[in-house]
């Protein structure tokens, strides 16, 4: 049967592609918090193409964590993309994959198929709409009918948030160039769906389509090119559909600063954009992220040293209705500010959102959406405490009234 909490298969989580630049990091945050696994155990095992590697994984996070038990009693499992059965015999062994193997347009397919085919629960961090939608509509009946759950966008992958900290490792970097590359695939993915548009309540949303001043951060603002807009609006769509919730709509924008930085990144876009529409343009980007963008993407990804210093803030602007209020009947009447802050976001937030999602699923599965399938983390994780999990791990929550 499909993967519940109480199966009896060895391991809670293996973490899959462990061996690549934030798998380590998930591999020490799994093992920073074993104890609040089921039971207060977390049975959990790395996985990759590579023993040798998985080796020095383990070996690297028994350093960091001062747990030299890791190198012996963590199990290692070697599998392979392009292997279908090494993947079906991961599969097996878990109640659910953390897979950390990106980019996920290339290589994510065959193990969201392993996992619907075998029953194990996918979690990814994948900041991909068109990898992220492309598994919605190719695997959600069947992951429904075998009571797995699949949910994508489980890190702060795609957020570049504290614009000045650190850099960003190069795979981020390569997913992006494929995305811009491929928009129009996108648009016929989407077509597919033939989704009926969201009712809209109330004034709409001022569509904002380039650069602005942002009264409410003080700083120019440019619309985010990440998937939160796409995961979003699949949210909002799973919430009216299922539970009746009025949708809101959204927009994402990212804080730049000041004029020199303006400057810096039109110049560094308009590279991009040329760049991107050749298969040389590609290659060159893809060979040299730090020339292109400014050093804020490296092949080598940040130092431990520039994550420590670094952190995020996003703040969340909402205008709405108050209780007992008509939406039909005149303007918004209410206002509100949620900010979410935290350590540096791309592998030291990360890791902690994907570890903390896997274990409220395993910890409340009776608090997961009634049929498994291909979800959003805000639709999976509604009725959960998953942001109450986070706030305990340094990733907070508040709401500001305005």
Not at 184 to 199: A, E, G, I, M, V
Not at 212 to 240: A, H
Not at 263 to 291: C, D, Q, T, Y
Not at 337 to 353: D, H, N, S, W
Request: aromatic share 10%; net charge positive; with cysteine.
């Amino acid at each position: 049967g499909p993967a519940g909490t109480s199966s009896n298969r060895p391991y809670h989580l293996v973490i899959f592609g462990a061996s690549g630049f934030t798998g380590q990091f998930v591999v020490e945050e799994v093992a920073r918090t074993v104890s609040e696994g089921p039971k207060g155990n977390l049975k959990w095992a790395v996985a990759g193409r590579s023993r040798q590697k998985l080796e020095k994984v383990l070996e690297q996070a028994a350093a960091v964590l001062s747990k030299s038990e890791l190198r012996s009693e963590v199990d290692i499992i070697v599998a392979d993309v392009e292997e279908p059965d090494s993947l079906a015999a991961m599969c097996k062994q878990a109640v659910i994959v953390l897979n950390c193997v990106g980019p996920y347009r290339f290589y994510g397919e065959p193990v969201v198929k392993a996992c619907v085919e075998n029953g194990a629960h996918h979690i990814d961090i994948s900041g991909e709409p068109q990898f992220l939608e492309g598994m919605q509509l190719n695997y959600s009946s069947q992951a429904a009918d075998k009571g797995v759950y699949i949910i994508g966008s489980c890190g702060f992958d795609s957020i570049p948030a504290d614009m000045g900290g650190g850099c960003i490792h190069d795979g981020t970097w390569q997913s992006a160039i494929y995305g811009f590359s491929d928009g129009q695939k996108l648009q016929s993915l989407r077509r597919k769906f033939n989704h009926k548009p969201l009712p809209s309540i109330g004034s709409k949303l001022k569509r904002r389509g380039s650069l602005f001043f942002s009264n409410e951060i003080q700083q120019y603002t440019v619309p985010f090119m990440g998937s939160d807009p796409s995961v979003v609006k699949r949210t909002q769509r799973f919430l009216v559909e299922e539970h009746q919730d009025k949708p809101v709509q959204y927009g994402a924008y990212a804080g730049i600063g000041g004029i020199g930085n303006i400057i810096k990144l039109m110049f560094a876009g308009m590279m991009f954009w040329v760049l991107v529409k050749f298969s040389f343009g590609r290659n060159l980007l893809i060979k040299h992220p730090e020339f292109f963008s400014f050093g804020f993407f490296s092949k080598a990804g940040p130092t431990r040293k520039q994550m420590d210093e670094s952190s995020f803030q996003f703040a969340f602007y909402g205008e709405g209705y108050t209780d007992g209020q008509d939406p039909s009947q005149g303007k918004p009447n209410g206002k509100i500010c949620t900010l979410v802050q935290g350590p540096e976001c791309g592998y030291v937030a990360t890791p902690i959102a994907i570890v903390q999602a896997a274990l409220t699923m395993l910890n409340e599965p009776t608090a997961l959406p009634k049929t498994g399938g291909v979800y959003t983390p805000g639709a999976a994780f509604a009725k959960t405490t998953l942001t109450d999990r986070l706030n305990k791990h340094g990733i907070k929550f508040s709401v500001i009234g305005l």
